[in-house]
């Protein structure tokens, strides 16, 4: 099982991702593009970060609004560092 950060943990490492936020156990952004080809560029490319880290995301989308929400499933729907890194990998692609 995956360890659960603490939520001072987590606002540390929140701290150098701008606009994650935490709620409800979960950490989460919004992001608004061009147009609908834009999201779904985004989502795809999101899928496939996800997938090579085994790691998979709510992910959200209406026209060219996207939301991705994350925690871990095997620590209890809790925040982990797996989160973490999957919420960076995420930034490197905006």
């Known amino acids: 099982m995956t360890a659960a ?3 001072e943990e987590i606002e540390a490492a929140l701290a150098g991702l701008p606009g994650w936020r935490l709620q409800e156990d979960k950490i989460f952004k919004s992001y608004q593009f061009k147009d609908f080809r834009e999201a779904m560029s985004f989502l795809l490319r999101v899928a496939f970060e996800a997938e090579a880290l085994n790691h998979h995301p709510e992910l959200f989308n209406i026209y060219n609004n996207v939301e991705v929400r ?4 095997d620590a209890g729907g809790k925040v982990t560092a797996r989160d973490i890194v999957l919420a960076g990998k995420i930034e490197e692609l905006t």
């Open 5 to 7: 950060l603490s939520g």
């Open 70 to 73: 994350l925690n871990t499933h």
